[in-house]
């Protein structure tokens, strides 16, 4: 029958645990050779005891000479230029920090504030930045009042262009309506004077006579008979008035 399978667990035995220490680490260590020689390779072994005893190999004959080369070989090209790029962002944050904390330096001091450590030159230069901002703001200042009034000007000139144009447009349709009221005018004299005429050519005819109640006598005088002498009219009235008192 052939070897069973060990089962890989701690060997509670201590003795035991100390005889296949040593017969593992000696197979080992022949292994770490025969790796190096048949394969060429380099190859450095460490092992410690239970008790905290050291055993090595190295291929190379130095184990330090090996540890260099794996301390170069574990940090990659990548690795270097990452940890580089970090460094310099880090640079790059501490200056931009520095710098904004003298602005809110300056800006206290521009304020007012925090002056007692400044120098007397530095209150002068302090002094000297005022009054160049001071300057600046007012010629700023005046430009805006300059461009305003501009503007302002420019939009009195439309508007007096406007008014223009509503008073010659109020003055043409004031001449329409002035024509309008003149020609109706016109046409009501003409139709004035045309009635006028009608009723003077109409008071030239005579109106047809019409008849005559007297009491007590009737007395009718035709229009063929209007030319009738004046002597024979008062005789028929004084005889109409004879009869009548009788």
């Given at each position: 029958?052939?070897?069973?399978?060990?089962?890989?667990?701690?060997?509670?035995?201590?003795?035991?645990?100390?005889?296949?220490?040593?017969?593992?680490?000696?197979?080992?260590?022949?292994?770490?050779?025969?790796?190096?020689?048949?394969?060429?390779?380099?190859?450095?072994?460490?092992?410690?005891?239970?008790?905290g005893k050291l055993y090595e190999f190295s291929s190379a004959g130095s184990m330090t000479q090996t540890l260099?080369?794996?301390?170069?070989?574990?940090?990659?090209?990548?690795?270097?230029?990452?940890?580089?790029?970090?460094?310099?962002?880090?640079?790059?944050?501490?200056?931009?920090?520095?710098?904004?904390?003298?602005?809110?330096?300056?800006?206290?001091?521009?304020?007012?504030?925090?002056?007692?450590?400044?120098?007397?030159?530095?209150?002068?230069?302090?002094?000297?930045?005022?009054?160049?901002?001071?300057?600046?703001?007012?010629?700023?200042?005046?430009?805006?009042?300059?461009?305003?009034?501009?503007?302002?000007?420019?939009?009195?000139?439309?508007?007096?262009?406007?008014?223009?144009?509503?008073?010659?447009?109020?003055?043409?349709?004031?001449?329409?309506?002035?024509?309008?009221?003149?020609?109706?005018?016109?046409?009501?004299?003409?139709?004035?004077?045309?009635?006028?005429?009608?009723?003077?050519?109409?008071?030239?005819?005579?109106?047809?006579?019409?008849?005559?109640?007297?009491i007590g006598y009737h007395h009718y005088v035709s229009a063929e008979s209007a030319d009738v002498p004046k002597?024979?009219?008062?005789?028929?009235?004084?005889?109409?008035?004879?009869?009548?008192?009788?």
């Open positions: 029958m052939g070897r069973g399978r060990v089962e890989l667990k701690r060997i509670e035995n201590k003795i035991n645990r100390q005889v296949t220490f040593s017969k593992r680490r000696n197979g080992l260590l022949k292994k770490a050779y025969e790796l190096s020689v048949l394969c060429d390779a380099e190859v450095a072994l460490i092992v410690f005891s239970s008790r260099e080369r794996y301390q170069r070989s574990s940090f990659s090209p990548h690795d270097n230029a990452t940890k580089r790029e970090t460094e310099c962002w880090f640079e790059e944050v501490s200056k931009l920090r520095a710098k904004y904390d003298s602005l809110l330096r300056t800006q206290r001091h521009l304020l007012g504030e925090d002056l007692g450590p400044l120098s007397v030159k530095e209150l002068q230069n302090l002094e000297k930045q005022l009054e160049g901002a001071l300057t600046q703001a007012r010629q700023r200042k005046t430009q805006i009042m300059i461009e305003q009034m501009e503007h302002l000007r420019k939009k009195e000139r439309q508007l007096g262009d406007l008014n223009l144009q509503l008073r010659d447009k109020l003055q043409k349709e004031g001449e329409n309506l002035k024509a309008i009221q003149d020609f109706w005018s016109s046409n009501s004299a003409a139709a004035g004077n045309s009635n006028f005429l009608h009723s003077s050519q109409a008071s030239h005819i005579d109106p047809a006579p019409e008849p005559i109640l007297q002597s024979m009219a008062m005789a028929a009235e004084t005889n109409f008035i004879q009869g009548w008192v009788l």
